[in-house]
């Protein structure tokens, strides 16, 4: 289904190879400012702040960055988000500054990929038929995981061949091929009239937060995800010293045990890709937390690292479950009006969750051991999943009781529209 989406549709054609170059550059740099800041400082911590001002740095600011997906056309705002992260990474790859110099600019280009993210999954629903949509985000997922693996590998064949220079300027120049290709996408209007006459920015972002918590269905959503983010997210650190501590493995099988996730969500993509149309997303949704806590759970309970890989693999599987099924659930639940600004706030605050993750679980592993904060993590994370499934539970028999309630209102008073549905298109 995905294969036949991709051949057949243009314009998601284009939006996918966009995607997929741009991440690929993503983690291409990645690699090689990771590199060059630990070759210039010798120090850990440098290479931590980097991640830090990366990933959640960014996350801060997800109210005002996925607002602008909804003020204005997502075609201009993703080819302006590629030339921006382009040109910063240019800058930084001819000029190799200073460290604080280095992070400010990491952290703009952040900024900028934190614009991208959620115009370009608002855009999904516009170029593509809504029976669709689980393909086309199978199909995405799949493009964007694939390249944030190969990334390394390409890193490391061009590292003989070319400096951190030139591997940066590889990465400015998949930007710069991003945006060319983006261009050819068709125009994509807000839902609603242009900036002028509409509220302040600010405002609209206010409004975006107020959206989240007051329409039940999307607030369950976005509260599970980030639940289960913040109760597994320690895995990544916890999986070294389970390998090596508790299971009496080398670097190699750290490397296995790390990698095995990233296997899995390429498995589930393709899975998910598959099954499309076959399996409904709030199932899809519900096993992905459940699967992805219970791996953990019982990775922290393995007797060897090959079970351990095996059901790391099973997690990856459940995680491309949980994003393609939140994905596309928000995708037909939510006006496109606001729809940027979900998708911004929601990535944003998962990004937020997965550091809370890391600093609390980190704590708890210096505490306890490896198996202990896996098990713990995977068990929290099963509790979410059930709070979650009864939280969607009620907010659909809500959704139910005032549909009925609606249709009895207009039989009572002919002539009236059909009442909107909560949260719906």
């Not at 204005?72 to 030339?83: H, N």
């Not at 115009?119 to 038929?129: D, G, I, K, T, W």
């Not at 490896?370 to 098990?375: A, D, E, F, G």
């Not at 709070?387 to 659909?396: G, Q």
Request: hydrophobic share 55%; glycine share 12%.
């Amino acid at each position: 289904m995905a294969g036949s989406l991709l051949r057949g549709n243009r314009s998601f054609r284009t939006l996918w190879f966009a995607r997929t170059v741009s991440f690929l550059g993503d983690s291409l740099s990645l690699v090689a400012l990771m590199l060059y800041v630990a070759d210039t400082t010798g120090e850990a911590l440098a290479v931590a702040l980097l991640l830090l001002v990366g990933d959640f740095a960014p996350s801060l600011l997800s109210p005002l960055t996925g607002t602008l997906s909804d003020r204005w056309d997502l075609k201009r705002v993703m080819v302006a988000c590629e030339l921006a992260q382009g040109a910063l990474v240019a800058v930084i790859a001819l000029t190799l500054p200073s460290l604080p110099l280095l992070l400010a600019l990491v952290a703009l280009r952040a900024v900028a990929g934190q614009i991208f993210q959620p115009a370009s999954r608002a855009a999904v629903p516009a170029l593509v038929h809504d029976r669709n949509l689980e393909s086309a985000n199978s199909a995405l997922g799949f493009g964007t995981n694939g390249s944030e693996a190969l990334g390394p590998l390409l890193a490391a064949a061009l590292f003989p061949l070319l400096d951190v220079r030139g591997v940066l300027l590889v990465d400015a120049a998949t930007f710069l091929v991003s945006a060319v290709v983006l261009a050819r996408l068709p125009r994509l209007p807000p839902a609603s009239a242009g900036p002028e006459g509409r509220a302040s920015l600010l405002a609209d972002a206010r409004a975006g937060l107020g959206y989240i918590w007051s329409v039940p269905t999307v607030r369950a959503i976005a509260l599970g995800f980030c639940a289960v983010v913040a109760f597994n997210g320690v895995d990544d650190v916890a999986l070294v010293f389970l390998a090596t501590d508790s299971l009496d493995g080398g670097s190699s099988a750290v490397a296995l045990l790390l990698a095995a996730v990233g296997i899995g969500l390429l498995v589930g993509y393709l899975l998910l890709a598959r099954c499309a149309g076959r399996l409904p997303m709030v199932a899809a949704f519900l096993v992905g937390l459940g699967v992805s806590s219970i791996g953990n759970l019982l990775s922290g309970l393995a007797w060897a690292v090959s079970a351990a890989f095996v059901l790391q693999t099973v997690r990856g599987v459940g995680i491309a479950a949980m994003d393609v099924g939140a994905t596309t659930l928000l995708q037909r639940l939510v006006p496109p009006v606001m729809l940027g600004r979900v998708f911004g706030n929601l990535y944003g605050a998962i990004g937020v969750a997965a550091a809370l993750s890391y600093l609390l679980g980190g704590l708890l592993l210096d505490l306890t051991s490896p198996r202990v904060t896996l098990v713990a993590a995977g068990a929290g994370g099963m509790l979410a999943t059930l709070a979650t499934a009864v939280a969607l539970r009620r907010s659909f028999d809500r959704r139910s009781l005032d549909r009925r309630g609606s249709g009895q209102r207009h039989r009572r008073q002919p002539g009236l529209g059909e009442g909107s549905i909560e949260g719906g298109r």
